[in-house]
């Protein structure tokens, strides 16, 4: 149960999130039924000839302020988590770094294992992977790996989450895992460090046997 001090802090950031990008969305002279004059340059590449030509600027404004809600929203879902967290546990902080010596054929392994899911679409048990990473040893490299969320429990438990849209490409999915392996090659202390692939709902349904989307 999420504290109602939290529910108010949560509602004050969204609040401010979605009217940062409703403030953006608001300049311009055109009226809602003015065709918008065609652009003819864009830092960004985001000329749209066709699509200026035929709707009006109120259609056009529509469409770009979803789009800038849907690419922003990823950020809002780890704060929200951050402060969820902290109502139960003393640390929870977004962007963690983690820092370490790694053995080279622990990080060989890795790369392994991805190629693999890449060219070859294997697929793997991850709680397996995390423990053959663990035996690894030899000659070590220093890396480096950033988590989206980290949380250290009351009783002294790590855990690491990278959260992601529900629909992953596979680029991402390797991303993150690559990740996740690496922060548990680093730490080397399972069960006292878990590592998690979270999203933020089911498009699919109110259960977790509804989800079916491929990569992950």
């Known amino acids: 149960m999420i504290k109602p001090a939290t529910r108010e802090k949560i509602k004050g950031y969204l609040e401010g999130f979605i009217q940062g990008i409703v403030n953006e969305h608001k300049t311009g002279t055109l009226k809602p ?12 590449g985001n000329i749209k000839p066709f699509h200026e030509a035929l ?11 979803e ?24 640390t929870a902080a977004r962007s963690k770094a983690v820092t370490g010596k790694v053995p080279k054929s622990a990080l060989a392994f890795i790369e392994k294992t991805l190629n693999s899911t890449d060219k070859k679409g ?25 988590a989206d969320l980290f949380v250290r429990t009351k009783f002294g438990m790590e855990m690491y989450f ?34 998690y692939f979270a ?10 046997k509804y989800y079916k989307h491929s990569f992950t």
């Open 33 to 44: 039924t003015d065709i918008r004059p065609t652009a003819t340059v864009s830092e960004d």
């Open 55 to 65: 709707l009006p600027d109120g259609i056009l404004r529509i469409n770009e302020f």
């Open 67 to 90: 789009r800038s809600f849907s690419t922003r929203l990823g950020t809002t879902f780890e704060e929200t988590a951050k402060l969820i967290a902290l109502d139960v546990h003393g």
């Open 122 to 146: 294997i697929r793997w048990n991850y709680t397996d992977l995390v423990s053959k990473i663990a035996k690894f040893k030899g000659p070590k490299s220093e890396r480096t790996s950033v």
């Open 162 to 195: 990278e959260i992601k849209s529900p629909k992953p490409n596979k680029g991402q999915c390797l991303e993150v895992t690559e990740r996740l392996l690496k922060i548990q090659a680093i730490q080397r202390a399972r069960p006292k460090v878990r590592t």
């Open 199 to 208: 999203m933020a709902y089911n498009p699919y349904g109110d259960n977790r």
